[in-house]
């Protein structure tokens, strides 16, 4: 960050008397992590905080300090809008574009006159902020809330409750794969060192996390594994695929799908996958790739969606089967990339 917006974003929280936090849709470990990172901070400082997600959070991470207070857009619109219409301070974290959070709280975020300060790790950040700290050579949103706070506004580590540590280990691990991708960074485990130092249980986090599914969720991947897997070696390729009624059938729930997508690119010789999911009018799809394998720019290119460079997401409005078809037919164009 520049001495400037390190200057103007201490001086915006020192000011601010209403602060709102926001994330994207479909809120996952960093997502939260960084979101209650930051609300806990706030919170300890004497602020009037409200950390706000568009829909439900996975069941999983219900444990996480504050998770309680978080205010889901979906059913409770009239108190977000009140939040963010009061509101003198916004951080946008984890995302890098407003329609990411939804029709309803983009539409809030473009109109208000708050302050705002977007901490995020995607590239190409959309959104119009008064400070920007965004990098995309970094784990996760959840570490620059890390760098943010303690490296550059420089609030000492004696601000560095367990609670914030948990949090932002939380986003650290499960937007790597538990340090598996994306995370070869000297950086990150100098950051990492810091929460351990700080109290964090590394074990006990990861079995909170990875052995705390419902049995739903189990057999909904039950189902996804044994039905629901094409591989095309020839290809490099593989791809899942989620009907409305498969979930529906398994009493899904929010979160239920969380890293269904990275099963299809664990085999030997796969190289590239996606997860077609079907939600209501539209088709959502990750996207996972090893290597090289550009999946922010076919995202970005085939299905107006995106993220990074192994791993992007996007939102298709067409049907299952014609949005299957669609993939299938576009990877021809890669031949000399996967083939």
């Not at 949090?167 to 990492?192: E, K």
Request: include cysteine; hydrophobic fraction near 35%; glycine fraction near 6%.
């Amino acid at each position: 960050m520049k001495k400037v917006d390190v200057e103007k974003a201490k001086a915006a929280i020192a000011k601010a008397e209403k602060i709102a936090i926001v994330t994207h849709y479909n809120p996952d470990g960093d997502a939260i992590g960084s979101s209650l990172a930051l609300y806990n901070f706030m919170e300890n400082e004497g602020k009037t905080v409200d950390a706000i997600i568009p829909n439900r959070f996975p069941d999983f991470l219900e444990w996480m300090p504050n998770s309680e207070k978080v205010l889901v857009a979906d059913g409770h619109l009239s108190q977000v809008k009140k939040v963010l219409k009061e509101a003198d301070l916004i951080f946008v974290v984890d995302m890098n574009a407003p329609h990411r959070a939804g029709r309803d709280i983009e539409n809030l975020l473009l109109k208000s006159k708050a302050y705002k300060i977007l901490i995020d790790h995607h590239i190409h950040p959309e959104i119009d902020c008064d400070v920007m700290h965004s990098c995309v050579k970094t784990t996760s949103a959840s570490e620059l809330v890390y760098d943010f706070l303690y490296k550059h506004l420089k609030y000492g580590q004696d601000k560095l409750s367990l609670a914030i540590a948990q949090c932002l280990y939380v986003g650290m691990i499960t937007d790597t794969g538990s340090l598996t991708y994306s995370c070869n960074y000297p950086a990150t485990y100098r950051t990492i060192e810091k929460l351990i130092k700080r109290g964090v249980d590394g074990e006990d986090i990861h079995r909170k996390v990875y052995d705390n599914y419902s049995e739903s969720r189990m057999r909904l991947l039950g189902l996804l594994l044994s039905q629901r897997l094409k591989v095309m070696p020839d290809k490099a390729t593989s791809y899942t695929y989620l009907t409305a009624d498969d979930m529906k059938a398994n009493f899904y729930k929010d979160g239920d799908t969380e890293g269904f997508v990275n099963y299809g690119l664990s085999m030997k010789g796969i190289l590239f996958t996606a997860f077609f999911s079907e939600r209501g009018n539209k088709i959502h799809v990750s996207f996972r790739s090893k290597g090289t394998f550009d999946v922010n720019q076919f995202a970005r290119k085939h299905f107006n969606g995106g993220g990074h460079r192994n791993a992007a997401a996007a939102d298709y409005f067409d049907t299952l089967e014609n949005t299957i078809a669609h993939f299938e037919n576009v990877l021809k164009e890669y031949e000399g990339e996967l083939y």
